[in-house]
């Protein structure tokens, strides 16, 4: 039974804990064990948190026999991007640099509040340093591997997160998003995750790659589980000067409401003449089963992609110069190459490219008068193979590394609220995302629209049998 419950839903596993049918102590044995036996395959965990989890377990175990009422995620196994604050562990951020921090004294905030309901935590994954990367290949603790092919990647840099959720060592982990990095290995490992509009969720205790960018949020197997742990991360933080003002609003109680009353619409264009055929094929498959006809064009999306990798280049250089100065041998070459590059580039571009930020962000709003949904591709491509440089794409040969996130940076860049839904076109074994996109604020809008693709049966994110 507990098995079954690891390759099932978060909510099937809180519910087993509330009514007593399992304790939470034998289902975080049974993530432990699961983590333990497969881990090895994966490369998902680098740190494993077992006497933290198995204490918090007991401690839910005994709340219910006293007859206390239990969090909503109750006895939830979650896990966590290497790069969140983790009390007494430290934060790698994928990077051998930091490995030489005195451990984190509290947990980020995200954490204690997923933990404040009910949730335990099994331990850090794996990501690509210092969260520059959409590949999930790691040069310090060695790739994250696709749980549906061994020997593809899990996109990045929250791969460890993606492959952690659909391996079903976890069935939540949390990841961050700069320029794709929840949606691209969602995509590519087969997983649901949500990137929430810029200034949502508290960042306080995640280690920063560009302040301006930076998204924390979910991976799960569903968007009843994506629900429940966004639920529970939300609120006002102080210390966050980046959050937002605005008050909590939980969305688990409308997904019932379906997308039958939404008007939602493709992206063509740039986000049409970019894609590969698999990438086309899940985003007609998806619009077909919510009768989206129309298509409507996010004009200046490729300057927004650049524009993203400006700013990216130029935050990211100042933020890791001084380790640059003193370290530079201890950086992956591809990520030390590329800061290095961004510390060259004249301040004045950045400047430029905010502009532009405000200019472009105009006429994304612009579109949602019309339209409540937007759907786009969430990677050109299924996950190459480990090691893979390039790919061919529209007849051109493009590198990997820069490219899995032509569709996500655009959408990063104005920090609009995503959910990254899978696809599994006929006769293929690897899955492709596709970017549910909506208005600021409205990330109930775009998981009422998932948890519909759900019950038609258009979505779904299957443990992998990859043992």
Known sequence: MTAALLDGSAH????????????????????????KTRNGALGAFTDVTATRA??????IDAARARGETLGPLAGVPFAVKNLF????????????????????????????????????????????EYAYDFTGENSHDGPSRNPHDLERMTGGSSGGSAAAVAGGLVPIALGSDTNGSIRVPSSLCGVLGLKPTYGRLSRVGAF?????????????????????????MLGRD???????????????????????????????????????????????????????????????????????????????????????????QDFDPDVGDRLIAGAMLPGAWAARAQKFRRLFRDEALALFRDVDILLAPATPC?????????????????????????????????????????AWTAGEKL?????????????????????????????????????
């Open 238 to 328: 102080g210390a966050d000067p980046a959050q937002a003002e605005r008050p909590a609003t939980p969305v688990s109680a409308t997904l019932h409401e379906g997308a039958k009353e939404l008007r939602i619409a493709k992206l063509g264009g740039y986000f049409a003449n970019s894609a590969g055929p698999d990438a086309l094929a899940a985003l007609d498959a998806l619009a077909r089963a919510l009768n989206a006809k129309r298509t409507v064009e996010l004009a200046h999306a490729d300057a927004a992609r650049s524009a993203a990798y400006l700013i990216t280049m130029i935050e990211g250089a100042a933020l890791h110069l001084e380790r640059l100065r003193a370290r530079r």
């Open 54 to 59: 198995l204490a918090k377990a007991d401690a």
């Open 85 to 128: 604050d983790v009390e007494g562990l430290r934060t790698r951020a994928g990077s051998k640099i930091n490995r030489d921090l005195p451990p984190a004294r509290a947990d980020a905030t995200i954490i204690a509040r997923l933990e404040a309901a009910g949730a335990v935590l099994i331990g850090a994954l794996n990501m690509g």
């Open 208 to 232: 920063p790659f560009v302040a301006s960018f930076d998204h924390v949020g979910p991976l799960a197997r569903s968007a009843g589980d994506l629900a429940l742990a966004y639920d529970a």
């Open 382 to 422: 299924r996950a190459p193979k480990l090691g893979q440089k390039t790919f061919v794409l529209a007849g051109k040969e493009m590198l990997v590394r820069p490219n899995l996130g032509l569709f996500t940076q655009p959408i990063s860049f104005i920090g609009l609220p995503v959910v990254a839904a899978p």
């Open 431 to 467: 899955p492709i995302g596709v970017q549910i996109i909506a208005a600021p604020w409205r990330e109930d809008l775009a998981l009422r629209v998932v948890s519909a693709l759900e019950r038609e049966g258009v979505v779904r994110a299957p443990v992998a049998k990859y043992a």
């Open 12 to 35: 099937a596993i809180a519910e087993a804990v509330r009514s007593g049918s399992t304790s939470a102590r034998e289902i975080a044995e049974a993530a432990l064990g699961r983590v």
